[in-house]
């Protein structure tokens, strides 16, 4: 396909022509389609109720209703599941970037007996169905009074997520082994081994690895669920979905869109700002499984 | 590769692996391995948290197999909607990615259209879809453009679990996608130029060499589809809620009723370890199958 290579007979080119038309075809449709729920979700935001409820639908409203956005954030008390998800994502994101950074040094930095079985328990814990600990994990808490509480959110972070550790484990491995070495010589020990070499080096892995926490984090609503019952204790995964609990908000299509926008701003600016650490992120731990 | 070390030094390394993988393993004892444990004797009891357990040995088994149809119900329901959605899923994303891979112009703009779905939170997007497949919705409007009448998408039995596929689809898409154009990108192009060579069509090409290369990641893929899928729950919680007619009653939603809605922890930790069961025969059953269709190279 390259320029330079191709033949000269009209035909051929005519052909890979009308085959770059086709693929152009296939995927400026499809990424219409992946676009249209978007731009709707947009557009009934800025709706009036009579817009909203409109048929046929109206494609673009005639006044941009900013207002809806104002109203909706009365309408529940949405500042104060934006604070209970930013408590969240903060308070799970550093104890998770500190312990799976570190346990993801030692798979893959540090030599022991019985390290590999050990990797393989890591991988198979990974694959485990969360629903085999949930329920005692929910008595247990609840034993000790931590239901409404973040603690069962968060504290568990303190131990690492098999995912977040596969993850470090595998950038790790990427670094020469030779840096250790000659650190090692000159008398380092492994925590000066990992906190001047090799965290230096390992800036856009630790990044990746913050997005995803924050993705996962913010989208988080099994958890949440299960253990906060007060809606003052609620983040905005749970707070979002009162909409339908309301009989007067069922039918207020352009708040619950509002509230969904706005859910969902800093997730996609937080992908727009760090895309090449995120694509990284996927196809490393998608790539070498 | 490694030169030797007196044994002192060998021994303080292992040391520190012990001591900087302890958050993990004790972790892995105090939120994996214990609950496991707990959860196999809660299987064996009936227990509503409030009164005390009451051991009922096999029952909660014997119950589910024999006199639950809602347990078989809530199978099939999954079943259905992994074994569809995981290879659709994968063979759009492998078109997508495959056509994205032929040079074209404005790759970095087509991959973030596609990839952006999978940024919004399941919640928005859940919202975002009740509002779409409403009966006044735009999907209505949409079909209503190609002469197709109205569909009560979420509350007609034979729609509404079709109708979450195509959120799921649209929301899931781009993670896979994303995954094999790296993997297509690492594909040498000295393979295709000798394919060339000797007169190898595009079919001929994406058959012969693209498809074998990547095959690994397709198997990964389809893998932790699989299982990710098997264990559906928030679209059916907030779409639907296993609504109509329990067309679309997920076994963990399912699961998440019995223990949290019925306070039946017996029987939902019962439930959780015929999933286990499922899902480790379906991984064992995947990874056996990969030594027929996975292309490993050599050297790797």
Redesign the interface.
Known sequence: MRPGKEPKAVGIRTRRNLSRGLIYAILILGSLVMLVPFYWMFVSSLMTEAEVLSYPPVWIPKTWRWKNYLEMWHALPFTTFLRNTIVLTVGRMIPLVLSCSLVGFAFARLRARGKDALFLLLLATMMLPSQVTMIPLYIGFAKIGWVNTFKPLIVPAFFGMPFYIFMMRQFFMTIPIELDESARIDGASTLTIFVRIILPLSKPALAAMCVFIFMWSWNDFFSPLIYLHKTEMYPLALGLQLFRSYGEYLTRWEYIMAGSVAMTVPPLLVFFFSQRYFVRGITLTGLKG | M?SKRPSA??L???K???L??S??????V???I???I??IV?SFTQWD?ITAPKWVGLRNYIRLFRDDPLFWKSLRVTAVYTFVLVPLQLVLSLL?SV??N???RGLGL?R???Y??T??????S???????L?P???LN?VV?LFGIPRQNWLTDERLALPSIMLMSL?GT?G?SM??FL??LQ?VPESLYDAARIDGANWWARFRYVTLPMISP?VF??FL?GV?GT??V??QGY?LTDGRPNNSTLFY?LY?YRS??EYLK?GY??A???V??AI?FVL?LLILRSSSLWVYYEVNR
């Open positions: 490694r030094l060998v303080r390394e292992e520190d692996f012990f900087f993988s958050p993990w393993w004790l972790g892995l105090l939120f994996v214990g609950p496991m707990a959860s809660i948290i997508v056509l994205l032929q040079r074209v087509f973030t259209l596609f952006l779905p940024v919004l939170p399941v919640v928005a859940a919202l975002l879809w009740l509002w779409i409403n006044e919705g735009i409007f209503g649209w898409f993670t994303v995954i790296a993997g690492g990641v990964f893929n932790m299982i098997f264990q729950f928030t907030l963990v699961l223990g949290f922890m939902a930790s439930m959780a370890w999933l286990f899902i991984t």
